[in-house]
């Protein structure tokens, strides 16, 4: 009774809140956004036996190859390109190439990102569902923080209208404000992959995620959370304004990747040659005086989950 009274409450505020109008179903787990990612494409691969890869839109961290390579599949990595507006996106057309190159009948889905770390901008999703649509390819969003961001939800809404995804993935904690240890799968159609993931759930787990969800959806109220995403718009403003303010003393400078809503990201270029430093000790300072999250782009190459990353961000928290 408490699953079904917590989905339909999430349901509402996903259709009333944050204006995804076209969920038309969601599931809930008790478990982070990794492993339900790594649940939804093995529901997905027992849909489609005969798909081995997994078309992945990069984004530099390990959790997104993680599920791909725990599912058994076959990451595909396709890197991003310089979109003209001082960030990075997706490169459409190498999708395009990389589906007609491996066969659609061998490509399980294509798997693109919402939520990101700047410069990265968010994924073209409205091309990439026109794509999908018209190849007959499954596609996955990992929108893991993108509740909270109306210009995610709004790129949902145009997606939808153009072309198709299957089920969008998103967490309890980065969007609601409740510990770590939930998430979200919702999809555009009942009977969708949001249920058959939940139907395919082995055993039991621990409804503590849940609870929490309901007790503090239940506490802020449509209103609550309404003021919240109001609140958090305009903090990203000043806190944007202040990164300013503080680099442009040390000669450094915020990367305008105007779409990102989200993150911000700044260049550390004189201040690595002033201390003759690599890049990635600053992310180190940050972590060790208790700001967790940040990322910095070091140079050279490493290698994750088997795949070779150039420059890849280095993250500095547990």
Known sequence: MLVTLTT???LNMLRSVMGLHWAQEVSLFPVATGMALTMLLL????????ADYVVFSRIDQKTCLKCIITANLKPIVINLKEDGKGGLGTDIEEIKKTIDEYGAANILCVFSILSCF???NYDNVAEIARVCAAKKVFHVVNNAYGLQCSK?????????????????VSSFDKNFLVP????LIYSPTKGGFAKKTAEAYPGRASISPLLDLLVTLLEMGKEGLKELLKERKELYVYAKEKAKEIMAKYGESVIENVDN???????????VEASKKDAGA????????????????????????GVEFKNLSLIHIC
């Open 8 to 10: 339909s409450v999430v």
């Open 43 to 50: 529901t997905m691969k027992a849909n489609k036996p005969k």
């Open 118 to 120: 700047a410069p990265r």
């Open 152 to 168: 995610c939800s709004a790129i949902l809404n145009s997606a939808i209208k153009i072309g198709s995804f299957d089920a969008v």
């Open 180 to 183: 770590v240890g939930g998430s």
């Open 261 to 271: 809503k989200i993150s911000i990201g700044v260049t550390l270029s004189k201040l």
């Open 282 to 305: 600053f992310g180190a300072y940050l972590y060790t005086r208790r700001v967790s999250g940040v990322r910095v782009v070091g140079e050279g190459k490493k290698t994750v989950c």
